[in-house]
């Protein structure tokens, strides 16, 4: 994006709703001072972000009260995630693990103006229209441009050999389709993460029938609720191992990772709840690593077992037909779908411990 395009506030925003409003009552500042150096005192970049309740909450009160516990803004889930596997009692790994997430996890959040009218500061800022808002924010500089290198891929289909989730390829949905602003504004409940949010996506939103005593599909009768939906209904998704952070010589942050790859499995439930009763769902690996803040302190994650490093996951590769789904004994018998021992690093292998499957879990071929 030019530099101009980043900045430049068209004429047509001043006849807008907001534009009337005028700068200072969002941004501060004071607009009766000549002097431009001397008006501008006090201005916020963003004010979303910094003063929410001045610039937003007086029209948008309902997403002012929650929009700073949400997911995007706060990654709180993240934060608890990270200090789960930290010793609470050492504050000098505390310091150093804290000084990590801050230079590198937390550029990647998002106020509501970061959204409905400039992109993310994490890809650069800059209007998304020359200040004009944005009910729906497009979906290419906003969702898909900060969850592209897995989500956007899976679901446009640019992995290779792995086509396009059937929602886009065949109804050219939106993110928002099934990401609404309910679920986008809302706080995340207990600070955990996506899959506690009370407003998260859920197949049974459309597909609420698949559960139904009347529902005539074999499978959906035998498995009912004990099988998450993406366990027959989704195509392999990226996996990634071995984040490592730091800054280069120039003072820079950057991170790397080990590895990315393909793979499908299924896991073991540990979260079992009333919005997920199924017993047996598909998960991801997160890249996650003992030495992940290594630059910063030594041994930070010291309680790495803590937490799994295979997690529930909903990848963006659905699709009605699976070779999983085809037949009973095209899962049954296949152990390889399945997340075991031998598949895990046998030094993550205490920290997966509930979420893999022995031998005898592993559903035998039907006779």
């Not at 972000?49 to 997911?71: I, N, P, Q, V």
């Not at 309910?182 to 597909?207: I, K, V, Y």
Request: hydrophobic share 30%; with cysteine; net charge neutral.
């Amino acid at each position: 994006m030019e530099l101009h395009e980043k900045i430049f506030v068209d004429s047509e925003f001043l006849d807008t709703t907001h534009g009337e409003i005028g700068c200072a009552q969002c941004h501060g500042g004071d607009n009766t001072l000549a002097d431009w150096r001397k008006a501008h005192r006090g201005v916020h970049r963003d004010p979303s972000a910094s003063r929410l309740a001045e610039a937003c909450g007086e029209c948008h009160e309902d997403e002012a009260k929650t929009s700073h516990d949400s997911l995007h803004f706060s990654l709180r889930p993240f934060f608890n995630k990270v200090m789960a596997r930290t010793d609470p009692t050492d504050s000098t790994t505390i310091h150093g693990v804290m000084a990590g997430f801050t230079n590198h996890c937390t550029q990647c959040h998002a106020s509501c103006g970061q959204c409905h009218i400039s992109r993310p500061d994490a890809l650069g800022g800059g209007f998304l229209e020359a200040h004009l808002f944005q009910k729906k924010p497009p979906q290419s500089q906003t969702c898909t441009a900060c969850h592209g290198s897995r989500l956007q891929k899976e679901y446009e289909g640019k992995n290779e050999g792995i086509p396009a989730d059937v929602h886009k390829k065949k109804k050219w949905m939106k993110c928002s389709k099934c990401h609404t602003g309910d679920e986008m504004h809302a706080a995340t409940e207990h600070g955990r993460d996506r899959h506690d949010a009370s407003h998260a996506a859920s197949c049974l939103d459309c597909h609420e029938d698949v559960v139904s005593p009347d529902n005539a599909v074999e499978m959906h009768q035998v498995h009912g609720r004990n099988l998450q939906c993406q366990v027959c209904h989704s195509l392999p998704y990226k996996n990634c191992a071995g984040c490592h952070v730091g800054k280069d010589k120039h003072g820079l942050t950057y991170f790397k990772l080990d590895k990315t790859w393909m793979a499908f499995k299924i896991g073991k439930n540990t979260r079992i709840s009333p919005r997920r009763p199924y017993r047996f769902a598909v998960v991801r690996h997160v890249p996650v690593s003992p030495e992940l803040f290594d630059y910063y302190v030594k041994n930070g994650l010291t309680n790495f077992d803590a937490a799994p490093t295979w997690k529930l996951a909903a990848p963006h590769t659905i699709q009605r037909n699976t070779p999983q789904a085809a037949s009973c004994d095209a899962c049954h018998g296949h152990p390889e779908l399945f997340l075991r021992s031998e598949d895990v690093d046998p030094e993550l292998r205490k920290a997966n411990k509930k979420v893999i499957l022995s031998d005898d879990e592993v559903p035998a071929r039907q006779e």
